[in-house]
C-alpha cells in the first residue's frame, strides 16, 4: 500500500536550501544583537549612540538588549574578581587618603557622600594668566629615551627644545600601560584600578568625573578633540562625550592626508597640521580646551614614505619603535612652529605627556618603570618665571586636571584623585599609584626615590630608584617605611574602587544615571 505523499515534507526536502537561507539570516540576526550593529570594526559602544546634547536621548540609542548584556556581563564576569576589596577598616582607609590627597588649600565637603570632594582655592602666587588649555598626549612617548630626561640617543630633539621654555617634571608616571588607561587618568583624573582598566568602556565609565570637560565646560569653555583614529575604538567619543566633549576629529574627518594607514588612520603630521588649523580658528571666540593625541607611534608603525627624519639605529628591535617615536616627535615639532603664530599663543597653556612608556633591555622593579616613565612638560605665560624650568616632585596623570585648575585660579569643586603638584609645600615629595594593564595584577606605590611594589599574591617589596642617564634601583630593607607605604596604597585602591562602584567619583551631587 502506497503512502499518500505529504506536500509540505516534499517542499522542505526538495528545497533544502530554503532551510540554509533561514539558517544563516538567523545567525547574522543573532550575531547583529550581540555586536548591537552590522558593520565592520569593533561593536556598538556609546560613541555610536551619544551623538546629542540630551543624555537620555542619548541612552535610548542604544540597543537596549546588548546594553543590559554587557552590564550584567561585566558585574559577573571573573574580572571582577580582580576588583579591589576592602582589607582596612573604611574609617582608617578615607583618613589614609584624605591625608595623600587634601592640601592647605582644600576645604573638604560632602563628607558623607564622598571620600574627597573638596573645593580648591588656588593660591594667588600660583596662579598664569592663561586663557585656553590643550593637552597633547603623545602616543609611547617613553622617557626613558627623552633627551631632556637623561638620553643620549637623539630621538626627542623637537621635545627637548621645547623643554627648554617649559617646566619639565623629571619624576613624572602613567598610571597604566595602555593609551586608554592614559587617557582616562589624564583627562578625568581618575586611577587605573585592578579589574577596571577597561574603564571608559566598562559601565562604570558612564559615572561622572572630575574632569577638564566637567570642569571647564560649566565656565563657558569651548572644546576639542583631535586624533588619527577611530573614536569607536577603546570607545573613546562615548566616554568622552559623556563627561562633556562635543567637537570631535578623527580618521573620517581628513581629506587627502599626508599619509593614511587602513587599520589606524592618519599620520601624526596629519593630525597636528589639522588641530593647528582648529586650533587657530577658536583663538578668536571663547576660551578652550583641547586634546591632541598622537598615534603614529604604534605598532605596526605605520609612516610616511619617505620619512622627514633619520631612521634610529643601533638598538636592535627596538629600532623601528624608536624611529616611529622620533618621527612623532618631529611631527609635535612643526606644530609648535604653526602654534606660535596663533593669536593667542601667550594666553594658552600647552601639556605635554607621554600615554605610556614601553620597556628597554633594562628592567626596573618588578614592574618595570620604564614602561610608566613619561615626561609632562609644562609651557605656557610665565610657566619658568612662576615655577623654574624642572621639577623633581613625583607627579602622574591624574595629577594634570589639578594641576591645571591651580593655574587657572578660579576656586574650583572637583573630586580629583590627584593633586595640584605645583603648590605643594616644599620638600613635598609626592606620589603616584600605577599598575600594569590587563590580567597583570601588579600594584605599585611611588613616593619620592622609593617605590613599593606587590606583585598579586606576592611580598610587597621596597626599592630606591634612580631615573636619567644612570637608571638603577637597589632593594631597600625598611620595615617601617615600608608598613606606611603599604597601608597608603591599599587605601587608595580601596576607597577610589569604593567610591566608583557608588557612583560617587564627580564634582558633585548627583542622581545614578
Not at 536550501?17 to 569593533?42: E, K
Not at 570637560?213 to 569607536?232: E, I, T
Not at 593625541?293 to 614614505?305: E, F, G
Not at 623633581?392 to 576656586?411: E, F, H, Y
Request: glycine residues 8%.
Amino acid at each position: 500500500m502506497r503512502s499518500t505523499p505529504n506536500p509540505d515534507a516534499s517542499f522542505f526536502t526538495s528545497h533544502w536550501y530554503y532551510r540554509i537561507s533561514v539558517f544563516l539570516l538567523c545567525l547574522v540576526v543573532v550575531a547583529a544583537c550581540a555586536r548591537g550593529t552590522i558593520r565592520q570594526g569593533p561593536p556598538l559602544r556609546w560613541g555610536d549612540a551619544f551623538v546629542t546634547d540630551s543624555p537620555f536621548a542619548n541612552m535610548l540609542a542604544l540597543n537596549g538588549l546588548v546594553t543590559l548584556a554587557n552590564a550584567a556581563r561585566h558585574h559577573w564576569s571573573s574580572s571582577r574578581d580582580n576588583a579591589w576589596h576592602g582589607k582596612i577598616p573604611k574609617n582608617q582607609a578615607l583618613e589614609v587618603v584624605r591625608d595623600m590627597l587634601l592640601t592647605a588649600q582644600d576645604e573638604l565637603i560632602d563628607v558623607d557622600q564622598a571620600a574627597v570632594r573638596r573645593v580648591y582655592t588656588p593660591q594667588r602666587e600660583s596662579v598664569l594668566p592663561i586663557r585656553n588649555v590643550v593637552i597633547i598626549l603623545m602616543e609611547s612617548f617613553a622617557g626613558r629615551y627623552v633627551g631632556a630626561l637623561g638620553s643620549d640617543d637623539q630621538i626627542t630633539p623637537y621635545f627637548d627644545e621645547l623643554a627648554e621654555e617649559g617646566l619639565l617634571f623629571t619624576h613624572a608616571f602613567s598610571n597604566g600601560t595602555h593609551t586608554h588607561q592614559g587617557m582616562f587618568a589624564t583627562m578625568a583624573s581618575f586611577p587605573n584600578l585592578p579589574g577596571f582598566e577597561y574603564l571608559m568602556q566598562q559601565p562604570e565609565g558612564l559615572n561622572d568625573f572630575s574632569g577638564l570637560p566637567q570642569l571647564l565646560s560649566p565656565q563657558g569653555f569651548d572644546n576639542l578633540y583631535v586624533y588619527n583614529g577611530d573614536f569607536a575604538w577603546d570607545n573613546q567619543q562615548g566616554f568622552f562625550s559623556n563627561q562633556g566633549m562635543t567637537h570631535f576629529i578623527g580618521r573620517k574627518n581628513f581629506t587627502n592626508p599626508v599619509f593614511s594607514d587602513p587599520t589606524w588612520g592618519v599620520s601624526d603630521q596629519d593630525m597636528f597640521n589639522r588641530a593647528a588649523e582648529e586650533i587657530a580658528r577658536r583663538n578668536t571666540t571663547k576660551p578652550f580646551y583641547a586634546l591632541l593625541q598622537t598615534l603614529s607611534n604604534h605598532t605596526p608603525y605605520a609612516l610616511p614614505d619617505p620619512l622627514p627624519v633619520t631612521p634610529v639605529s643601533g638598538h636592535g628591535p627596538l629600532n623601528e619603535h624608536l624611529t616611529a617615536m622620533r618621527y612623532s616627535d618631529w611631527a609635535l615639532g612643526q606644530f609648535f612652529a604653526k602654534a606660535r603664530k596663533f593669536p593667542d599663543y601667550d594666553k594658552t597653556l600647552f601639556v605635554i605627556l607621554g600615554d605610556h612608556g614601553f620597556g628597554s633591555p633594562e628592567q626596573l622593579t618588578d614592574i618595570d618603570l620604564n614602561r610608566f616613565n613619561i615626561p609632562i612638560l609644562f609651557i605656557g605665560p610665565k610657566v619658568q618665571a612662576s615655577f623654574g624650568r624642572q621639577i623633581d616632585i613625583t607627579a602622574s596623570q591624574v595629577d594634570i586636571v589639578p594641576t591645571i585648575m591651580g593655574r587657572l585660579g578660579k576656586p574650583v569643586q572637583h573630586q580629583c584623585w590627584g593633586r595640584d603638584v605645583l603648590s605643594l609645600p616644599d620638600g613635598a615629595p609626592g606620589f603616584a599609584v600605577i599598575k600594569p594593564s590587563g590580567g597583570d595584577q601588579t600594584i605599585a606605590i611611588i613616593v619620592g626615590q622609593e617605590i613599593l611594589v606587590e606583585p598579586k599574591g606576592q611580598q610587597a617589596r621596597l626599592y630606591n630608584y634612580q631615573l636619567g642617564s644612570t637608571r638603577n634601583v637597589q632593594a631597600l630593607n625598611d620595615a617601617k617605611q615600608a608598613k606606611t607605604l603599604h597601608k597608603q596604597l591599599y587605601s587608595f585602591l580601596q576607597v577610589s574602587t569604593e567610591n566608583l562602584l557608588n557612583n560617587q567619583v564627580g564634582a558633585a551631587l548627583s542622581d545614578l544615571k
